[in-house]
């Protein structure tokens, strides 16, 4: 019998843990308007929002034709960031 319960709380919790993520409900949001607000922010040299933005109009509109501006955008911010900002090391070519 209780095998019968541990079964039935493990497969509940496979079934949450599994469940899709869903993005954000963005009231008057196009994907033009993110990726508007995502270049925005990598024109003040504020690339983690940048990238942030570009990724929220990517879970929120993941048909659109934008996916690949969305994606470059991103890789550009990344590129954006100060040598180090992931490893918080210098630069590998000059140590």
């Given at each position: 019998m209780?095998?019968?319960?541990?079964?039935c709380i493990l497969t509940a919790l496979l079934i949450f843990s599994c469940s899709s993520k869903e993005g954000l409900v963005l009231d008057e949001e196009t994907p033009e308007s993110l990726l508007g607000r995502a270049?925005?922010?990598?024109?003040?040299?504020?690339?983690?929002?940048?990238m942030?933005?570009?990724?929220?109009m990517l879970d929120n509109f993941p048909t659109t034709d934008l996916h690949i501006d969305a994606q470059l955008l991103m890789a550009?911010?990344?590129?954006?960031k100060p040598s180090g900002h992931l490893t918080g090391k210098g630069n590998a070519d000059t140590e």
């Open positions: 209780y095998k019968l319960y541990g079964m270049q925005t922010a990598y024109d003040n040299q504020d690339y983690d929002q940048s942030q933005m570009a990724q929220v550009k911010s990344l590129e954006g």
